[in-house]
Each structure stands twice: as structure tokens, then as C-alpha cells.
């Protein structure tokens, strides 16, 4: 057995994944070297590994840069679903103080910060900046187009692959694990205008 993508990293079994903190923290420096020093983080469910590397990634940025930023900023929600973050950015981007930046931890959420803040008459990315993760077809499509981190599937799968026929022609080596890099793909919704 080979896992793919999600993993459990207390398994003895071998896997491929992409490294979800350094890709958030990347993703979250681009933002910063952006100008951007007010950011809201959009997570996923808790009991995914994916969704606490991507925080402790976003985290990490934060403190290194040394920005602080609201707790109520950091919303964790219990499923990718469009409309529970649309109605979580708009409870954010209600207040008086708002961020210039969000980072999410899916291109779902991502559209549904681009919706909010034509709500609320802020221009992405001149008033608020939008980072997506996954680089699925919608990232591509929305206006602004999203800027998202391409996670490699093919290379993934691939590689999963690879790692499985290594196991069943040579049931005595050790398995190995890989993390592959994710790619930050810039598109309009970080590009100053």
C-alpha cells in the first residue's frame, strides 16, 4: 500500500504528498512581499493534515514577518463549501478593520472571497489581495482570475505509482516516502494593476 495526497504520517506505510506548510508559507510571503501586512486565513476541517500544515505554514510566515493579525481572522470551517466561506468572509469584511489579503486553502474559497468583496465594493487586487490552493479549473475562470498553488497530481499519482510496483517487485526494501514542491501560479488576483 502507497498513500497519496492526504496521508497518515504515523502509518508505516509509504506515501506521496506535496509539503503543505512550505507551500503555504510560500504562498503566504508572496502576499507579504506584495505590500500585504493584513491577512485573513480561510482553513478547511481540523481533522485534515493538509488544512494544519497549510495553518502552521501561514503561521509561520506571519511570525517571521512579525505581523499579528485578529484571531477572528483565522476561520476554520468544517468543509469545502462555497457558501459557508462567502458567509464567513463577509462576517470579516464587515468589521471596521479589514484585511488587505486573504489566503486560502482552497480555490473554492478563494472565488467566494473575490464574491464577498464585490459585496462589500473592494476590487480584487487593488483593495484586497486573493490567494486560492489547488489550481483547479475554476482558479482559471473567475474575474479576477485566481492566484492559487498548482499542486503536481499527475507527478503524484505517478509517483504513487512508482513507489508501489518498487514495493511488489522488491518486497524487501524499505519503503520510502516523498514530498513533491507545489507551484505558486500567479494570475490577477496579486497583480497590482
Same mark, same amino acid.
Given at each position: ?27 503566504? /510571503?508572496? !502576499? ?9 486565513? $480561510? ?8 488544512? /494544519? ?5 501561514? =503561521?509561520?510566515? !506571519?511570525?517571521? @514577518? ?10 476554520? *470551517?468544517? #468543509?469545502?463549501?462555497? #457558501?459557508? @466561506? ?5 462576517? $470579516?469584511?464587515? =468589521?471596521?478593520?479589514?484585511? /488587505? +489579503?486573504?489566503?486560502? $486553502?482552497?480555490?473554492?474559497?478563494? +472565488?467566494?472571497?473575490?464574491? @464577498? ?20 479549473? %475554476?482558479?482559471?475562470?473567475? =474575474? ?18 512508482? %513507489? *508501489?510496483?518498487? $514495493? ?10 516523498? %514530498? ?7 494570475? #490577477? ?5
Amino acid at each position: 500500500m502507497v498513500q497519496c495526497c492526504e496521508y497518515n504520517e504515523e502509518a508505516t506505510y509509504p506515501y506521496v504528498s506535496i509539503d503543505d506548510f512550505t507551500a503555504a508559507e510560500n504562498a503566504t /510571503n508572496y !502576499l507579504i512581499s506584495c505590500g500585504c501586512t493584513k491577512l485573513a486565513f $480561510i482553513n478547511g476541517p481540523a481533522t485534515f493534515k493538509y488544512a /494544519n500544515k497549510r495553518y502552521e505554514g501561514f =503561521s509561520s510566515a !506571519l511570525s517571521k @514577518a512579525e505581523i499579528s493579525i485578529p484571531p477572528n481572522w483565522v476561520v476554520q *470551517l468544517p #468543509e469545502i463549501n462555497y #457558501e459557508m @466561506a462567502y458567509s464567513a468572509v463577509c462576517r $470579516i469584511l464587515n =468589521s471596521e478593520t479589514r484585511p /488587505n +489579503a486573504f489566503f486560502t $486553502i482552497s480555490d473554492i474559497f478563494a +472565488a467566494a472571497v473575490i464574491r @464577498a468583496a464585490k459585496r462589500f465594493h473592494l476590487h480584487v487586487p487593488k483593495d484586497i489581495m486573493v490567494v486560492g490552493f489547488d489550481n483547479i479549473d %475554476l482558479s482559471s475562470m473567475t =474575474s479576477p482570475s485566481l492566484t492559487t498553488v498548482n499542486q503536481p497530481g499527475f507527478q503524484q499519482g505517478y509517483s504513487a505509482c512508482e %513507489l *508501489l510496483l518498487e $514495493i511488489i517487485e522488491n518486497p524487501s526494501v524499505t519503503p520510502r516516502s516523498l %514530498l513533491l514542491d507545489a507551484e505558486l501560479i500567479i494570475r #490577477e488576483s496579486t497583480m497590482k494593476l
